[in-house]
């Protein structure tokens, strides 16, 4: 049905048809029917879902739809990004799609209600399935540890792990914090918090994509050291514009969708080969299809996640994704997607 009404969809503004979908999905209306795989089921955090494929912080970001979202089939989600205060974000018009490059560009700077409603939304509405919440600092904070620490207060009892933003292009200055000094010093106040608060939450981090090796040294490195879970690649990227096709690509923002796939599966295969299976990849970037999925995988990924492919393939993406890895593994002998990970 999606792809018989995407034309007019794609009419209306991006954020606008994004606006719309929230609405949609607020309606608990959701008309896909979802298929499980025994051989996809993982375990997430000592939980099992059915599914290791999530969606992306972007898409609910005020914690609205996310029960509506596991409806649709998704083995987990990923709300945000939440700031300690509200915030409108950056003027508009700040999402741009690239049809042609199957991408979008946007520069919406954390636009959000703020963890105290943020967390209202969530008390009202308990999760039914696997949720995570992504973080960050206002804009024109004074003190970004101290936002973040703020974030984690209000909402680690709500979520089965928190993500650390520190890779958006669109808010001034936050990819300082893959500066060594920096991030010991974030990753430090929070594990302090932690403790402080009696907290057994797990942390996320999620990175930019445009690193270079010697980035991916001692960001690994800190990232093991700080006792991190998790670590999603990648966020999206301010580079990447070379062979794009459509005009939109002069658009400031940040990169997501197919052009960024095979640098975010690099990034994946070579934080793999560093952590050792210690800390678990969600890899992100580029996914639409089973193929894209599996490449994923056997880069070194145990998750992922998805927003763009979503957009210019419709609701029903989960269960295409899953049909197809379930096609792939049983015809190469795979009882379950976990046998792959890392097996480039």
Do not use: W
């Not at 096609?327 to 480039?344: M, R």
Request: proline share 4%.
């Amino acid at each position: 049905m999606f792809e018989k009404i995407r034309s007019l969809v794609f009419k209306f503004d991006p954020e606008l048809a994004h606006d719309l979908a929230i609405k949609a999905l607020k309606t608990s209306l959701v008309p896909v029917k979802v298929k499980n795989y025994e051989c996809l089921k993982v375990n997430f955090l000592e939980k099992e879902i059915p599914n290791p494929i999530g969606i992306a912080a972007g898409f609910d970001k005020n914690a609205e739809v996310y029960n509506s979202l596991f409806k649709l089939g998704f083995g987990f989600v990923e709300v945000g990004t939440i700031t300690p205060e509200s915030q409108f974000g950056n003027p508009k018009p700040r999402v741009f799609r690239l049809e042609e490059d199957e991408a979008l560009i946007n520069r919406l700077g954390f636009n959000n209600v703020g963890s105290k409603k943020a967390s209202q939304n969530i008390n009202n509405n308990a999760p039914k399935g696997l949720l995570g919440i992504n973080i960050g600092p206002n804009k024109d904070t004074k003190n970004r540890i101290e936002d973040y620490l703020k974030c984690f207060r209000n909402l680690n009892h709500l979520s089965d792990y928190i993500t650390i933003n520190i890779s958006s292009p669109n808010t001034e200055n936050l990819r300082s914090f893959h500066n060594p000094k920096e991030l010991e010093e974030l990753l430090n106040a929070l594990n302090e918090e932690k403790k402080k608060i009696n907290s057994k939450i797990s942390f996320a981090v999620k990175i930019a994509p445009d690193l270079s090796s010697k980035d991916l040294d001692f960001i690994g490195n800190i990232l093991l050291k700080n006792n991190i879970k998790l670590v999603i690649i990648s966020n999206t990227s301010d580079g990447t514009r070379e062979k794009l096709k459509n005009i939109n690509k002069f658009e400031k923002g940040g990169l997501s969708g197919k052009p960024i796939e095979e640098k975010s599966n690099l990034l994946i295969n070579e934080f793999y080969k560093m952590f050792e299976n210690k800390i678990k990849i969600i890899g992100v970037g580029g996914v639409d299809s089973g193929k894209s999925a599996h490449e994923k995988f056997i880069s070194g990924a145990s998750y992922i996640q998805l927003y763009t492919g979503m957009v210019y393939q419709g609701p029903n993406i989960v269960n295409k994704i899953s049909e197809e890895m379930n096609d792939i593994l049983t015809s190469n002998g795979v009882k379950n997607i976990e046998e792959i990970i890392g097996s480039k």
